[in-house]
């Protein structure tokens, strides 16, 4: 009987795939433009935050999330983009969490962005993909 409800949107997945891609990596593009845009006021954030040399982490994080956003939208190069992205998210939540004392609202965004990227990871990027 539950096997009926969950047809319909097992029929969907190439396209909750794909959209699962467009706004994780709108997203990726949304954070990391302000980042590649001034590389080095990005750099001063991450000394702030304590990541030493702040220019090579921020540089790092800022590539990451602009041209990764791309990356995932188009579906190109997917799974190495969502896994350095999920990375990226576990350590801001573990962070955020310890180090900066963050209530859990501060964080939860991070986790729900690491929990989709192992989504795209654990079924792909889906048809509308350039390349895995």
């Known amino acids: 009987m539950f096997e009926l409800l969950y047809q319909p949107l097992f029929s969907w997945s190439e396209h909750i795939l794909f959209l699962a891609r467009l706004l994780s990596g709108t997203i990726m593009i949304y954070f990391g433009w302000p980042k590649i845009t001034d590389l080095r006021s990005n750099a001063n954030d991450f000394v702030k935050m304590g990541f ?14 602009f041209f990764g956003g791309i990356g995932m939208i188009l579906g190109l190069l997917t799974a190495p983009i969502a896994f350095a992205y999920a990375f990226q998210m576990i350590m801001g939540t573990l962070w955020k969490s310890t180090r900066a004392n ?12 690491f929990v989709m990227m192992l989504i795209i990871l654990s079924f792909g990027p889906g048809n ?4 895995f």
């Open 128 to 131: 509308y993909s350039i390349f």
């Open 102 to 113: 963050k209530p859990f609202s501060d964080y939860s965004y991070d986790l729900l962005l």
């Open 52 to 65: 030493q040399p702040g220019i090579l982490w921020g540089t790092i994080i800022a590539i990451l999330e």
